[in-house]
């Protein structure tokens, strides 16, 4: 990483009088987790490259509470979401962007009921639409005719309908897209979801991420490419308890397309 | 003779169907015991999601082979009754092949009944091999056996008699027509077309026309009788489903799978906690006589859930496709969202048995959670929505898991302990792990 870059937070554009294009929620993940913040540094710079004015919330983000919300803690949940929305409509923010789809599902789908409202894109659809708007331009690179399977996160596929917006993108770069026998609606969770990333799993014959890194196996990938920080660690895990390190990438599709413009 | 056979076929029929009227009213009694859910917004995107899951099967043949098979017997199912309204109208009133006078449209009628009544014989023989001798893995895990598992098949052998008994009656009566039998000859020629039962004919050939006449009746009758015992054994049956999957499908959650729904009760506490202006320290407003039991959050038992969630477990017709599509039971883990599906509905059962006998609920000492639903079952769910996505008839399994999970996490504060540490986290510095929120940006100065 040759120079860092600048990441303005919402207070700063507020003492300046102005607002951002698009508020980048970062995410528990995205801030803290080492294997996530690359994720988190390569999608700024691909903001900066297509000169998108962002924003971070900084010290003023929070947990948005979809762990407490799918663990039963309706209460945090709420605490949460409420401080969180009181932030959010103090900046008076419109739209927002997230490499989580923990996240984006939470504040687009829960946060409404709760008064707040906002246009909530995944990452990936938002760098597809920067794409389509001649913004960001993405060629093969690195990548080019590599095999790239794509690992669907629960709460962006099922939860949310959004199947293609990462495929887009990956056809951008020219992979050869090969699909695993459970994915899109059928995709088989990494095991992260529900809590579940945060505690010990039951009594069982197997992981649950081992399992779905065995059907990623199967397509025999390059890279398994994923949209979210939990799957990736999920993945990430599941690829060297199989002793494949060496061979397979986890990746983010955010990280492929910086990687690819050798950003 | 004749007024005799109308008789018993007309208190056959009122008893048939009084009884499934008396067993849909109870249905419904205990479906009430629910809790209240609004689902009557958007009654056209409920109508199209009824037409195109319930009506036009389109889960059922994300699977193709039991997919196209249950077609079969869907539509044989559904066409058949055409048959069964004509059988009906002869016995009240005594008359043969009422409406054989439709002519051409009749024998294309009976003709379309008998290659469909073939279709579901051979869908149902297929679904047999499946269960018992092929023993597809999803209908022999833990919870289907007992009951279930006979119940599967019960439905299965119930299914082939009546499609042959509807063929046995067909070829018998064809060769009565050929013979030019009273009652059932007629000058104008065969009435109905068989291109099935004519190949029973040889084992009709050279029987006296008063054998045929006993294997005819027999036939009719007993295939008749049958359906208004099936009717009324759906009630005590997985098999329900072939009614309740177009409410349900009606009544499913139309929001984004991902979206959990929002308590309202706490969202009252919470607004109050966060209002500056409210004393924490205030006494309850007392309000004389009245006492108000307070709210409780999340589901222990059946009356906990909400109607549309007991809907879905009468709904359930156990075919175990959520199951397998379960990250956590494809991983040997003991949940199994078609196990919630079925003690929900076995406990509903015995709560409404119980109010049934003393007028009211009258405590058990048991409950649907650690009674029937185990802990270990409702922590391993990673909320995926697999199980939701795979059934073919619009049950969500995932919120009643939830709605325990809440009644654990907030009435019992019972949850996996590194869970709770998370929740800690959460609380106090705004992340699931503990790290300062201070450091929320240090990301953006790291190389």
Not at chain 1, 67 to 87: C, D, H, W, Y
Not at chain 1, 142 to 163: Q, V, W
Not at chain 2, 1 to 25: E, T, W
Not at chain 2, 94 to 100: A, D, E, K, L, Y
């Amino acid at each position: 990483m040759a120079e860092a870059i600048k990441v303005p937070t919402m207070a700063e554009y507020m003492a300046e009088g102005k607002k951002p294009e698009v508020l980048f929620w970062v995410g528990c993940a995205g801030s803290f987790d080492d294997r996530a913040k690359k994720i988190t540094k390569a999608f700024v710079k691909l903001l900066s490259k297509a000169g998108v004015e962002f924003a971070v919330l900084g010290t003023e983000e929070s947990c948005t509470g979809d762990p407490a919300k799918r663990s039963g803690n309706e209460f945090l949940f709420q605490m949460q979401a409420v401080t969180n929305i009181e932030v959010l409509n103090g900046y008076e923010i419109e739209k927002i962007v997230t490499a989580c789809p923990h996240c984006f599902n939470t504040i687009k789908n829960e946060y409404p009921e709760l008064g707040g409202n906002y246009q909530v894109m995944h990452h990936t659809q938002f760098l597809k639409s920067l794409l389509d708007e001649g913004r960001l331009k993405v060629e093969g690179g690195k990548f080019k005719g590599k095999r790239i399977t794509f690992h669907d996160p629960c709460y962006l596929g099922r939860a949310n309908n959004e199947y293609e917006a990462p495929r887009d993108l990956l056809r951008k770069l020219e992979v050869e897209l090969v699909e695993m026998r459970k994915c899109k609606k059928n995709g088989l969770c990494c095991g992260a979801g529900g809590g579940q990333m945060f505690k010990e799993p039951e009594k069982g014959n197997k992981d649950v991420n081992i399992l779905r890194t065995e059907q990623a196996i199967e397509t025999q990938p390059e890279v398994i490419a994923a949209g979210c920080p939990f799957c990736n660690t999920m993945m990430t895990d599941g690829v060297k308890g199989k002793n494949k390190e060496g061979q397979i990438e986890v990746m983010d599709v955010a990280e492929m397309i910086a990687d690819a413009e050798d950003l | 003779m004749q007024i005799v056979s109308q008789i018993l076929f007309v208190v056959a029929l009122v008893f048939g169907i009084g009884f499934f009227a008396r067993n849909i009213k109870k249905l419904i009694r205990y479906i009430k015991l629910g809790k209240d859910i609004d689902r009557t917004d958007q009654p056209n995107e409920r109508f199209a999601n009824m037409a195109r899951v319930a009506l036009g099967q389109s889960k059922m043949v994300k699977r193709p082979i039991a997919g196209m098979l249950h077609i079969f017997v869907y539509v044989g199912f559904i066409i058949i009754n055409i048959e069964v309204l004509e059988i009906i109208i002869d016995g009240i009133f005594g008359t043969h092949r009422i409406f054989s006078f439709l002519g051409t449209a009749y024998d294309i009628l009976i003709g379309s009944f008998e290659v469909l009544a073939l279709l579901v014989l051979i869908g149902v023989i297929v679904f047999w091999i499946r269960r018992n001798i092929i023993k597809l893995k999803r209908f022999w895990s833990n919870e289907m056996k007992g009951w279930p598992k006979d119940d599967a098949n019960y439905i299965l052998y119930f299914e082939m008699v009546l499609m042959s008994l509807f063929l046995i009656m067909n070829g018998a009566d064809h060769q009565l027509q050929i013979l030019g039998a009273h009652h059932y000859a007629n000058e104008a020629g065969i009435m109905g077309s068989f291109p099935i039962s004519q190949f029973l004919l040889p084992l009709f050939d050279g029987l006296s026309i008063s054998t045929l006449i006993i294997i005819e009746r027999a036939a009719w009758w007993l295939h008749i009788l049958g359906i208004l015992f099936f009717l009324n054994y759906l009630y005590y049956s997985k098999h329900l489903h072939i009614l309740l999957a177009f409410p349900n499908t009606y009544y499913a959650k139309l929001k984004p799978k991902g979206e959990l729904d929002n308590l309202e009760a706490v969202t009252n506490e919470v607004k109050l906690m966060m209002d500056p202006n409210a004393d924490p320290f205030a006494a309850p407003e007392a309000t004389e006589g009245e006492e108000e039991v307070p709210e409780k959050f999340g589901a222990s038992d059946v009356h906990d859930l909400n109607w549309v969630q007991l809907l879905n477990a009468y709904t359930c017709t156990e075919c175990g496709r959520c199951t397998s599509e379960c990250p956590a039971n494809q991983t040997g883990k003991k949940l199994s969202p078609r196990k919630i599906m079925m003690d929900t509905r076995d406990r509903l059962e015995e709560v409404g048995k119980n109010i049934e006998k003393n007028k009211e609920f009258k405590d058990d000492g048991k409950q649907l959670l650690n009674d029937y639903i185990t802990t270990e079952e409702l922590w391993a769910c990673t909320t995926c929505n697999a199980c939701v996505e795979a059934c073919p008839v619009g049950i969500d399994p995932l919120s009643i898991i939830i709605d325990m999970r809440r009644y654990l996490m907030m009435e019992q504060s019972a949850a996996p302990n590194e869970l709770n540490i998370s929740m800690g986290n959460i609380e106090n510095n705004g992340a699931p792990w503990p790290y300062n929120q201070m450091d929320r940006l240090n990301w953006a100065n790291e190389n």
